[in-house]
């Protein structure tokens, strides 16, 4: 994703800054609302390293501007976005539906690039064929060709994914797949796993030293805090909230501080993003 992004920066900010109309260029639409979040949020860092070092050099330069449209967008913000466009759009495949039948509309007519993040989401999908038209509307709006980056960690097979992020077009009345370049960055990735039973005897039974356990978790739960003070950071994976919850709460509970914290779907949009921030 940096990778795409940085390709269109180099772009943003030092070619000259077209019309205040003509503003909007690149678009970025993540078919994972709390993805979108995210990617604005990492994008400061690079903005800023960018601007800092163009400044050592004394190199002239624009500072992009980054607006973020999904349904928790308020609404003061999408009229300022319609007012005064950024640079960069991130949004996601149903709120570019409805920009594209709506006023919007105007400040997407001179996009140039369009990033595709998790494609693999998209393209078995409804959400994927329902993106697809409003790529070709957009298309259509702009006039003329526009770049497409579709990015995936685990898209396959990538001849499917490469036809669909091209689409098709007229060439001499008859349709052919827009031309598109696959660029196959996967390798064997470097893996270690370890299997850590904190039991010799998988029953519940005692031993001489020790009483019965009511629950194996009463041998996991030293274990795993033994793990998350050796580490930075420390992702336990669970099957549900109950779990998630309970677990939280045993391990914070043995540590004698607030160590671990609950995640799932289901938490408030602050309490979320808090968590995820830490």
Known sequence: TLTAFLHCLDRLMFTPAPDPKARCRVLYVSPIKALAVDVEKNLRAPLEGIARQAEQRGDPFTRPQVAIRTGDTPAKERARFLRQSADILITTP??????????????????????????????PSKRGAHLALSLERLQHLVGRPIQRVGLSATQRPLDEVARYLAGLHRVNGVRQQRPVRVIDASGPKSLSLTV???????????????????????????????LIRAHTSTLLFVNNRRSAERLAAALNELAHENLVAAHHGSLAKDQRALIEDA
């Open 94 to 123: 149903e709120s570019l539906y409805l920009m594209l039948t709506s006023g919007a509309r105007e400040t997407l007519r001179h996009i140039e690039t369009v990033i595709l993040d998790e494609i693999h989401v998209l393209v």
């Open 196 to 226: 850590d039973v904190p039991v010799e005897d998988m029953r519940l039974a005692g031993s001489d030293e020790a009483p019965p356990m009511r629950s194996l978790w009463q041998a996991i739960h030293p274990r795993l805090l033994e």
